[in-house]
Antibody
């Protein structure tokens, strides 16, 4: 059974950077795309983009270019989200979410990481 | 831009009742790539339905999805206490690649 375990909550000051990890187990890491989803307080989920875990090639949604960086380390089956130049409006819960090939949904999610910028 | 609209915003029902949730897309959803998720407070979303009508692994058969094109429905045949939550629909294929609806909250009457 797939498990996605994210790093813990983080409090950062505006202008700082943060790196969220998503460690996976129970499946072949490179056989699935990994997506990142943001959920601001009291709001619905918002897709940030995905990374091809086999090639390391990222795709960013509009509004998530420039300050956001997706990466993977296949040796430890882990995906990363780095956010640079943090702003107060980046305060949200960030989820990693696995996408099966040839499907348009997320069948397994991390537990979420709360990033607070204050 | 593909926009999803969900109705109603809140559905107040009693355990044992039938819940019918609607999701409407501003443009036709590619290959019926329409999914439904359940989210409880403090938890990650959980996949319920994918491909408009296929139940995800471990999802009980009281959950069913239907629809095509721009109109989709999630039905919970008999509400159990653990079903009270927020439900989101999500489409894949139109720009942006993935979009979520605003959600329908199913709460206890």
């Amino acid at each position: 059974q797939a498990q996605l375990v994210q790093s813990g909550s983080d409090l950062r000051k505006p202008g700082a950077s943060v790196k969220v990890s998503c460690k996976t187990s129970g499946y072949t890491f490179t056989s699935y795309l990994m997506n990142w989803v943001r959920q601001a307080p009291g709001q619905g989920p918002q897709w940030m983009g995905w990374i091809n875990t086999a090639t390391g090639h990222p795709t960013y949604a509009q509004g998530f270019t420039g300050r956001f960086v997706f990466s993977v380390d296949t040796s430890v089956s882990t995906a990363y989200l780095q956010i640079n130049s943090l702003k107060s409006e980046d305060t949200a819960v960030y989820y990693c979410a696995r996408q099966p090939s040839y499907r348009g949904d997320f069948d397994s999610w991390g537990q979420g990481t709360l990033v607070t910028v204050s | 831009e593909a926009v999803l609209t969900q109705s109603p915003g809140t559905l107040s029902l009693s355990p044992g009742e039938r819940a019918t949730l609607s999701c409407r897309a501003s443009q036709s959803v590619t290959s019926n790539f329409l999914a439904w998720y359940q989210q409880k407070p403090g938890q990650a979303p959980r996949l319920i339905i994918y491909g408009a009508s296929s139940r995800a692994t471990g999802i009980p058969d009281r959950f069913s999805g239907s629809g095509s094109g721009t109109d989709f429905t999630l039905t919970i045949s008999r509400l159990e206490p653990e079903d009270f939550a927020v439900y989101y629909c999500q489409q894949y294929g139109s720009s942006p690649l993935f979009t979520f609806g605003p959600g329908t909250k199913v709460d206890i009457k």
